[in-house]
């Protein structure tokens, strides 16, 4: 009875039937309208709804799981195309370090060459990351590479000196090209190098670089005669102690041979 009289204000709901009245001449006609066809649907569409939500949660999760394994790949990858670009010089590092465990007397001045080995593997592997986004890059980024490389040297008390002129932008592969031999050199007169001064300009038609070192005749020609480049030219004057090394490098120039 009370479920009537509450049909008479609106439909009552009563699970699995709704129970509607309306008036009529004399009084109120009252019925029921079977719904369980109707909720049983309305529960299926609930529970592929939940379903559908829970496997886009699975899916969004996946997606997300490829994503961060793709990054850990493309860093992996990136990594090891740095190690395999460096590797002779984290073989020298390695090599250093052990010395300086065995040789506490030549602490500081092995401590210096890691330096330097180390500073180009830092700007080199820098250098390998910018490569990924643009095949051209600031020519500011072979005067840093330089002049952190000259910065270590000091350490081994090799007086340096750097007057850079860099600006618009430069391939790549020449910056990595004039970095290496320039690293190349240093490495081999490490040594014998009591002074290093690097004359840098660089602009958007190329790189020249001027190396003035101080070091022995007899050890600079040896080095410098199985050195090569691997784009532009390079000449080199030797006299009494004294090294000059002038590289000249175009921008749309082709490999050296």
């Not at 493309?74 to 065995?102: F, S």
Request: hydrophobic residues 40%; negative net charge.
């Amino acid at each position: 009875e009370t479920k009537m009289r509450q049909s008479e204000s609106g439909t009552v709901h009563m699970g699995r039937a709704l129970l509607n009245s309306a008036p009529i001449h004399g009084g109120r006609v009252v019925w029921e309208d079977d719904i369980s066809e109707l909720t049983a649907l309305q529960q299926q569409l609930q529970d592929a709804q939940e379903q559908l939500g829970e496997e886009n949660t699975l899916l969004q999760a996946e997606l997300d799981l490829k994503e961060q394994r793709a990054k850990t790949d493309e860093k992996n990858r990136l990594y090891d195309r740095i190690a395999e670009e460096v590797e002779p010089q984290l073989i020298k590092t390695d090599m250093l370090l052990q010395r300086i465990a065995r040789e506490p007397e030549n602490r500081e001045k092995l401590l210096a060459k890691t330096c330097v080995l180390g500073s180009y593997i830092k700007r080199r592997g820098n250098l390998l990351l910018l490569g990924e986004d643009a095949k051209k890059v600031s020519a500011r980024e072979l005067e840093y590479c330089i002049r952190e490389s000259l910065e270590n040297l000091r350490l081994g008390e090799v007086f340096t000196s750097l007057n850079a002129n860099c600006a618009g932008q430069l391939s790549l592969e020449h910056i990595v090209a004039a970095y290496d031999f320039f690293e190349t050199v240093t490495e081999r007169l490490l040594d014998n190098m009591t002074a290093m001064l690097v004359n840098l300009n660089c602009d958007n038609a190329g790189i020249r670089m001027n190396i003035q070192m101080g070091c022995t005749e007899e050890i600079a020609q040896k080095v410098l005669e199985d050195i090569s480049l691997s784009y532009g030219s390079v000449t080199y004057e030797i006299m009494d102690e004294d090294l000059v090394i002038d590289l000249l490098m175009s921008e749309g120039g082709v490999p050296a041979v």
